[in-house]
């Protein structure tokens, strides 16, 4: 097989299977699977599992673990009113201001108060709320596998078209 026939062989297979191998998606393959395992983590609190075929290991599937962390208060200048912070005379800020685009005035006037203390005409010191974060997972499981260990698992395989996307190279 010519590299440019395995090209649009594999092509073709990626273009078919891609819509249940895309991530994110929570009614195609990849979104059914990770269903399942989230169900298992909840009932075991198992993070990581096996992924066999035919009997034999060829990788596994798992979730990563996020931190927990405390509830917090943040305080952070925002901008409330862009008219007065765009009129603002005030010569040191002017000068700070020509190094920036106006279209990011706002975080250019962020970035003035952080260094200089100087709250802009339009802006304020707010406090906002953080919430906690549970200890738990990221709910997007990763698959990993070894493609020689699937083809040598699925003997039906070998010799078959798909035998050459799982490790056989171009034939």
């Not at 962390?69 to 007065?84: F, I, L, S």
């Not at 493609?147 to 010799?159: I, T």
Request: aromatic residues 8%; charged residues 25%.
């Amino acid at each position: 097989m010519t590299p440019i026939e395995r090209l649009a062989i594999e092509q073709a297979i990626y273009n078919a299977i891609g819509a249940d191998l895309k991530t994110g998606v929570t009614h195609n393959l990849r979104g059914d699977v990770n269903a399942y395992y989230l169900d298992q983590y909840e009932h075991t609190g198992a993070t990581g599992f096996e992924v066999r075929v035919n009997g034999r290991k060829v990788g596994t599937y798992g979730f990563s673990k996020t931190k927990a962390q405390p509830a917090k208060t943040v305080t952070e200048v925002v901008v409330t009113d862009m008219d007065a912070l765009r009129a603002y005379d005030d010569a040191d800020f002017d000068s700070y201001c020509a190094r920036w685009v106006l279209a990011h005035i706002d975080d250019v006037a962020r970035d003035y108060f952080s260094e200089t203390g100087v709250l802009c005409d339009g802006m304020e010191v707010v406090e906002r709320h953080v919430p906690e974060v549970p200890e738990g997972i990221k709910t997007g499981g990763t698959l990993r596998l070894k493609p020689e260990f699937v083809q040598q698992a699925r003997a039906a395989l070998e010799g078959g078209p798909i035998a050459g996307l799982l490790g056989g190279g171009a034939s």
